[in-house]
């Protein structure tokens, strides 16, 4: 401005042809260089007015800017921010604009902050670099009066919260109202929704993990009122090992269950004790090991100590001993005693006149007059219609009594 001119302040407007600045305030004390006050009684006082070019013709995108300078160390005034208006749709009747503030990155002025208008009457914030700090105990709150959400921090946690009517959707384009209170949502799995009581619900079309990574190890657990531990689902990454826990029952409700660790093994070769047997493999294994395959009555349940298994027979099988120790008074034991190295006989212990005496249930004992065998005789043969009763020694000779005297009494 020429020194002649710097002292017409009285007037209103000041307009200037050259290239220097219409208006330069400089000052040279510790005081305000400018201060600018509408001093009117006014409820809302307009202060001052920035006004872009008047250009013959307005277009959509025309700006305007003010620049906020600072010396740099070469020591020359730099521009260091700006604020920038344009106007995005400048017909006079459906008027919107965007205001954006840019700051200096790397020596580069760079766009951060805007605010955007559409015909619409949809207002956008965005933001193109950096982060946003809000100090503790600041909330972002949104709907009136912070209705629908507030997020804050009070230096130590984070609170997210929202009204006991309200969930929340984290979702790619397209999501729709959420079914929990935190419903994470890749696309639509179909026409399902969360079961009642869900809380957390992952949803996508195709699949759907949740995937805990560390060192150590990870799982799921399960609380209530009593106790935060009395299920839970662990994986112990030293030992690979799946642990499934709970204080009282676990029931496992599926139409079929496989795996490495279950064995479809009938005849029970690998004799694994980690693993689970199938039941039709417990089945055809007992079947084929233990009955026939078509067991009759006359079968009966007996350990085999050749096989060590227990076997269906149509006879008792006994091994013989010496004599076995007394039964109680309402027991009795039959077992095959040896009576001498050539001889068994099958015997029985019970109670007698009020004590335990064993009882041969074999054939009687004899002694052979042509040999002298004592080994006994086989049951003897009564022939009533010869008067003899014809006895069979075990030696192998026979002998013949007479029967002189009988009569039939029926």
Not at 8 to 16: D, G, M, S
């Amino acid at each position: 401005m020429p020194v002649e001119l710097r002292q017409i302040y009285p007037q209103r407007v000041l307009e200037f042809g050259d290239s220097e600045s219409s208006l330069e305030v400089i000052g040279n004390s510790s005081g305000t260089p400018l201060i600018v006050q509408d001093s009117t009684d006014n409820a809302s006082n307009q202060v001052a007015i920035f006004r872009g070019g008047n250009r013959g013709t307005a277009a959509d995108g025309d700006n305007a800017y003010i620049s906020y300078t600072l010396e740099d160390s070469g020591g020359n005034q730099a521009e260091f921010a700006r604020m920038a208006w344009t106007a995005n749709d400048v017909t006079s009747n459906t008027k919107d604009s965007k205001v954006v503030w840019s700051v200096q990155t790397g020596n580069t002025l760079t766009d951060v902050w805007e605010i955007s208008s559409s015909t619409s009457g949809a207002v956008t914030t965005s933001f193109q670099t950096g982060e946003i700090v809000l100090p503790d105990n600041v909330s972002i709150q949104l709907g009136n009066s912070g209705a629908d959400t507030d997020l804050s921090s009070d230096g130590t946690d984070i609170k997210w919260i929202v009204p006991a009517t309200a969930d929340v959707i984290l979702g790619r384009t397209g999501a729709p109202s959420p079914d929990t209170l935190l419903h994470l949502w890749s696309a639509t799995a179909g026409s399902v929704n969360a079961i009642s009581g869900t809380l957390l619900a992952v949803e996508s079309d195709g699949n759907a993990f949740i995937n805990f990574l560390s060192p150590t190890a990870s799982g799921l657990y399960f609380g209530d009122a009593s106790a935060n531990n009395s299920g839970y689902l662990t994986y112990t990454h030293s030992g690979d090992i799946l642990t499934l826990s709970s204080s009282t029952t676990i029931t496992l409700n599926a139409t079929s269950i496989n795996g490495t660790a279950i064995k479809d093994e009938d005849n029970m070769a690998s004799d694994s004790a980690t693993h689970l047997a199938s039941q039709q493999s417990i089945k055809a294994y007992v079947d084929s090991n233990t009955f026939p395959s078509s067991p009759t009555d006359n079968n009966n349940v007996q350990y085999d100590s050749n096989s060590s298994l227990w076997v269906a027979r149509t006879f008792l099988d006994f091994s013989k001993i010496s004599i076995p120790a007394d039964p109680s008074v309402e027991e009795c034991r039959l077992y095959l005693k040896e009576k001498d190295t050539a001889n068994n006989v099958l015997a029985v212990k019970l109670q007698k006149a009020s004590n335990i005496v064993e009882v041969e249930l074999t054939s009687p004992g004899a002694i052979c007059d042509e040999c002298g065998s004592d080994d006994g005789a086989k049951d003897p043969i009564y022939d009533f219609q010869k008067g003899v009763m014809r006895v069979s020694l075990w030696c192998g000779h026979v002998y013949e009594i007479d029967l002189p005297r009988y009569r039939r009494v029926m």
